[in-house]
């Protein structure tokens, strides 16, 4: 995809060249801010009961007359940031998927409001509405008829504009890898397979990657990993994928990422119903290589260096039971009282493993639980933290990114429900606040440095009619790595 610039004044959109001219009109049309054909063209529209300068509404005209784009499609978005920005856009992009347009130029009413994150929204918004899932699909279109976008920007903007389009690009780029490994199905990606997309990285990003193997997760002594593992006959991965940007002194920022390649439950096993969807329970593993994707296109001054633990949960003659007891390889011992709690334990090995990098600051991301799905939606991903500087600044990259995420507590008490007769702790708590008593379990081995936890289960992937992975939270994980620059 092609994201350019173009200065011009709304005064001059007659003159636009493109199959297709998207004008986003924020709020009341401002006299004399369009030419006056274009202002009386909507105007008269709009006494004809066609449009209206309601959020959501369109108009399409085709070959209007004194000017050079073949399509006008004008979108009314609501008054605001770049947020209802992307609304729009993402309404028009939708619409005009099925004309013939390949170039869309985009506008203001007002290009003046225009900030670098208008220009991201853009990027993201296009790459979301042409996506296209084929790998196991050869039925579908080889390729989207959009592939060229031109945001019109004012004079004195362009650099900022330009920089947002870039940034914007990069981001885009990390949610199609995202989008596109958690499509793939489980019988295509398998913990082998995400060891091989992170070594295709090396090359295609320079990032350096390590994939260890049974034999070495094994010497490290990954107990609770391995548990998870056993039931399958998939071999199990640990992916160390690193970007350095900065010199090897400087702490780098780590991402974790849960990457279970197909989660049934175990000997705990899930009904049968949607179990298909498990197939996106690598969602975690999937935002961490694309937010290195971004990142390495970006090329920022600092060290980010992303852990994924992959392995399936299946239930089999080998698979680890309830009331197992395993070592991790932080020492502490687990009580395995419901095997389908997979998740908190491939990460707190990967958790305590991150330690030997002496982080910045860790931030895990999983498709960690069911709760959290009930209590926050398909909206915002869960955010859990005991650091109130990191929460803000997690909070504030969801924003900026328009990848939404939401603080949930950590209170010790909600730790109470870990306790075991047998063991250090067991893997899981009472069925209230599930969300909380998993973060708290990961908690107790991120003591020795700041860290984060987001809960993606409600939006890594969307159900229904619109079944996909969504690559979230790339945005998001892409603005947080980059406000960590010094
Ligand atoms: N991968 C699931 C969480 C999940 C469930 C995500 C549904 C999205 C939709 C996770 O491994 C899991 O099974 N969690 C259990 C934990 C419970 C056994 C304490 C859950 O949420 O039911
Ligand atoms: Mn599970
Ligand atoms: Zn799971």
Redesign the pocket.
Known sequence: MDFRHLVSSSDALSKVTADALLLIVQGPLVDGLLEAPLAALIEDAISCGDFELKPGRTLYVHRPAAMKVARLLVVSAAAGGHKAFKTAVATGLGQLKSSGARHIAVAMADPAVLTSLHAQALATAAADAVYLYRRTKPSAPAAPTATRFTLICAKGHSRDIAAGLQRGAAIAAGVTLARDLANCPGNVCTPTFLGEQAKRMVKSHGLKVEVLDRKAIEKLGMGAFLAVAQGSSEPLRFIVARYEGAPKSQAPVVLVG?G?TF?T?GI?I?PSAEMD??K??MGGAASVLGTLCAVAEIKPKLNVIGIIPACD?MPSGNAVKPGDVVTSLSGQTIEIL?T????RLILCDALTYAERFKPAVVVDIA???????IALGHHRSGLFTSDDALATELLNAGDAALDPCWRMPLDDEYGEGLKSNFADMG???P?AG??I??AMFLRRFTGKYRWAHLDI??T?WKSGAAKGGTGRPVALLTHFVLSQVK
């Open positions: 849960k279970i989660d439950g705990s899930k969807e498990m996106f329970d949960n419901n389908d709690a997979e998740g498709t960690l639980t069911g709760a959290c799905v893997n899981v708590g069925r599930g969300s008593t998993a289960a409600g890594a």
